[in-house]
């Protein structure tokens, strides 16, 4: 289902009837120019607001976003220094700052008055440059009014993996969609008590390694803020679902049976498209884009 306004295309995908994942399922979004939105920067710093839920600690969470980032920050093809910049009380999910920010709400209310479901798990929004694709800011919200996480090291059921959310929140922050392997990372779908996101798959480092092995690292980026777009990769909407349908990103109502979607993403760009997954460059001499 596509819903697009001048400002906004909403993409959705139905996980429904997948045997098997084709090869190469990744996906990868692109600009409206054809570039992959990647990061330039050979360091990312990231902080995390102090005004937790009562279930989560500072420590925990920090271990849980330390782990996260380093999950796609040290593959080998294109290792990125991700630093923790410490707890920041009133930080905020603005895309303009350059402050890479994980944001708790707290009040239903302020959630949906953002335009979020109210089955969402979490949003990223990522901010680039048009006509390079270079992103230059992204932060994670994280829906604490209607859903409850574990910090925990071992799987705690009936409720959700704090981990497993902000690693895949962090690969649509790295660039990467959803993708149709059901066992990866990027996949939409998870339950409460699921771990196993935690852990990327050969899916998630394929699509990581083909978005950034073509560069290198990074010239200074321009002066000025340029072209710079904000857009949304999200832990998006379920919405309103036929019994036994399953839809992106989303929290389930209740009970195992309910399928948590990780996914539903879409950009918030005047000029962002997505797109499938696009084949990498031959390799080369190295050069920052």
Not at 41 to 50: E, F, G, V
Not at 197 to 219: E, H
Request: aromatic share 8%; net charge negative.
């Amino acid at each position: 289902m596509r819903l697009r306004t001048s400002r906004t295309a909403l993409l959705a995908w139905l996980a429904l009837g997948l045997a098997s994942p084709p090869a190469g399922a990744w996906v990868a979004y692109v600009t409206s120019e054809g570039e992959t939105l990647h990061w330039l920067a050979t360091t990312i710093y990231y902080a995390a607001a102090t005004d937790l839920p009562e279930e989560l600690t500072r420590s925990g969470v920090q271990r849980a976003l330390d782990d996260s980032y380093a999950a796609w920050s040290t593959l080998p093809c294109y290792p990125i220094e991700a630093v923790f910049d410490g707890f920041e009380d009133g930080l905020t999910a603005s895309q303009t700052d350059g402050t890479n920010a994980l944001v708790w709400i707290h009040e239903e209310g302020a959630w949906l008055a953002a335009g979020f479901g109210v089955t969402e798990l979490a949003r990223t929004a990522v901010t680039h440059r048009v006509s390079t694709g270079e992103i230059v800011d992204a932060d994670i919200q994280v829906n604490v009014a209607g859903f409850t996480y574990s910090e925990a090291l071992t799987c705690a059921p009936d409720v959700y993996d704090l981990q497993s959310t902000l690693t895949h929140e962090i690969g649509h922050l790295f660039g990467l969609d959803h993708t149709t392997d059901g066992d990866a990372t990027m996949a939409r779908l998870t339950d409460p008590g699921v771990c196993t996101k935690r852990t990327l798959s050969r899916d998630d480092v394929d699509g990581y390694c083909a978005i950034y092995t073509p560069y290198a690292p990074a010239d200074p980026p321009p002066e000025g803020d340029g072209d710079v777009a904000a857009g949304d990769a999200t832990i998006g909407d379920a919405g309103p679902t036929r019994p036994g349908s399953r839809e992106s990103c989303a929290g389930g109502g209740g009970g195992g049976a309910a399928a948590l979607a990780l996914g539903l993403a879409w950009l918030l760009s005047r000029s962002a498209r997505r797109a499938r997954r696009r084949r990498p460059r031959a390799p080369g001499p190295a050069r920052a884009r």
